[in-house]
């Protein structure tokens, strides 16, 4: 990750810190985090970082394209995956795993109202994760009522 944390750092025109590496390396090891998770994770290893270098770099990398950025319900998570691909979403715990890319032209195509031009399209699925089907029942609301 280190090596290739160099790399993706030099891509976006940034200078390489130990911070932004960590930055990196705290992305690596969660699953879509947000910049707060982040933050989080290495704020005890670098005391003097804050959360708007985290943003920044985060920020940067992506605007390059070198982190995908998914917005969850208008909070924004961060991807290292940055070819095409979608998500789900678990309505409970709200954990984000990766689905195969979307790609269905013809069905954009012919789903779109007239004069409008798609420009790019996302697809966030929502469900349970194994943990939250296997932990406590659905509340009665959770349930169909039938
Ligand atoms: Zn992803």
Redesign the pocket.
């Known amino acids: 990750m280190v090596g290739d944390g160099v790399v993706r750092l030099r891509e976006a025109g940034l200078r390489v810190t130990p911070q932004r590496l960590a930055v990196l390396d705290a992305l690596s090891r969660r699953s879509?985090p947000t910049a707060d998770d982040i933050y989080r994770d290495i704020a005890p290893v670098y005391p003097g970082l804050g959360l708007a270098t985290v943003y920044n770099t985060l920020s940067a990398l992506a605007a390059r394209g070198q982190v995908?950025v998914?917005d969850d319900r208008g909070g924004r998570r961060y991807?290292l995956?940055v070819t095409p691909?979608q998500?789900i979403r678990c309505r409970r715990c709200g954990m984000?795993a990766?689905l195969p890319h979307w790609n269905d032209r013809q069905w954009i195509d012919g789903a779109t109202p007239a004069g409008w031009a798609v420009e790019r399209w996302t697809l966030m699925a929502d469900g349970l994760c194994p943990d939250c089907q296997s932990a406590t029942p659905a509340t009665p609301d959770e349930h169909d009522r039938n």
Request: proline residues 0%; aromatic residues 0%.
């Open positions: 879509h995908l998914v991807d995956h691909h998500h984000l990766d």
